[in-house]
C-alpha cells in the first residue's frame, strides 16, 4: 500500500486518493491504520443479495 501511495504522488502528481469499502466488514480499521480518513457513508448502496444492502464507506488519503 505504501508503495501505491508513493507512486500515486511522485509518478502521477496526485494530491489526494479516494476509495469506498463495504460497510461491517473492518475495512474502515484496515485503511485508518494507513493514515485513511473516512469522508462519508452512503447508506443501503451496496446490494449484496436480494433484501441484504450495506453501507458503502467513503474514505481519503491525503498524500
Same mark, same amino acid.
Given at each position: 500500500?505504501?508503495?501505491?501511495?508513493? +507512486? /500515486? =504522488?511522485v509518478e502521477? %502528481? !496526485? &494530491?489526494?486518493?479516494r476509495l +469506498? /469499502? =463495504?460497510?461491517?466488514? %473492518? !475495512? &474502515?480499521?484496515?485503511?485508518?491504520?494507513?493514515?485513511?480518513?473516512?469522508?462519508?457513508?452512503w447508506p443501503?448502496?451496496?446490494?449484496?443479495?436480494?433484501?441484504?444492502?450495506?453501507?458503502?464507506?467513503?474514505?481519503?488519503?491525503?498524500?
Amino acid at each position: 500500500m505504501r508503495e501505491f501511495q508513493e +507512486t /500515486a =504522488r511522485v509518478e502521477m %502528481g !496526485l &494530491e489526494r486518493l479516494r476509495l +469506498t /469499502a =463495504r460497510a461491517g466488514l %473492518g !475495512l &474502515e480499521d484496515f485503511y485508518r491504520a494507513l493514515g485513511w480518513v473516512e469522508s462519508g457513508q452512503w447508506p443501503g448502496a451496496l446490494r449484496v443479495a436480494l433484501g441484504d444492502d450495506t453501507d458503502e464507506v467513503l474514505m481519503r488519503l491525503v498524500l
